[in-house]
T-cell receptor, first 114, second 110 residues
């Protein structure tokens, strides 16, 4: 299994541009989520999904959209990039359970918005 | 509000030392607890789950105190390779997202 994969690894955008960060997992996990990590702020949840066709907002959803058309993929879209979105983005997945089980993280995407 | 609080450190300890981290959480109904490890410029990875009875994995011991709402991680005989940031993670209610603390940075020095 490849686990959780993310592309691209690095990206530089100009303010106002849009882009999609890709995330895929091959573990048949129902639960997927996107986090951003900034120095001194820890991991903050952007959006998450408990299954195909279902998404919900996390702590910091503004400026980001997500969709979950398949179990495997959970792309994150930045519609109008802003310098405040400069961060490291991690995608994670886990098998659905109560309580929630271990989350597996992708290697991250380092995004810089100029 | 769901909060997980950790001392950010850094903890600078010599090789062979014993070091302990604590973490407090805000919701007494929290259901599951974890310690994750994150190396510099890498993704977080599960170090160990934390069970009510406490659990040990080699040099690492995790304990949970529900009455006081804190979790601890003890590392014995520290190695240089233990240098990392340790994240305290809590699942507050059922199938809701995990909440991560900001992490405690550990540097083990030769």
């Amino acid at each position: 299994n490849a686990g959780v994969t993310q592309t691209p690894k690095f990206q530089v955008l100009k303010t106002g541009q849009s882009m999609t960060l890709q995330c895929a997992q091959d573990m048949n996990h129902e639960y997927m989520s996107w986090y951003r990590q900034d120095p001194g702020m820890g991991l903050r949840l952007i959006h998450y999904s408990v299954g195909a066709g279902i998404t919900d907002q996390g702590e910091v959803p503004n400026g980001y959209n997500v969709s979950r058309s398949t179990t495997e993929d959970f792309p994150l879209r930045l519609l109008l990039a802003a310098p405040s979105q400069t961060s490291v983005y991690f995608c994670a997945s886990s098998k659905r359970g109560t309580p929630l089980n271990e989350q597996f993280f992708g290697p991250g995407t380092r995004l810089t918005v100029l | 509000r769901k909060e997980v609080e950790q001392d950010p450190g850094p903890f600078n300890v010599p090789e062979g030392a014993t070091v302990a981290f604590n973490c407090t959480y805000s919701n007494s109904a929290s259901q599951s607890f974890f310690w994750y490890r994150q190396d510099c410029r890498k993704e977080p990875k599960l170090l160990m789950s934390v069970y009510s009875s406490g659990n040990e994995d080699g040099r690492f011991t995790a304990q949970l105190n529900r009455a006081s709402q804190y979790i601890s991680l003890l590392i014995r005989d520290s190695k240089l390779s233990d240098s990392a940031t340790y994240l305290c993670v809590v699942n507050f209610i059922g199938n809701t997202p995990l909440v991560f603390g900001k992490g405690t940075r550990l540097s083990v020095i030769a």
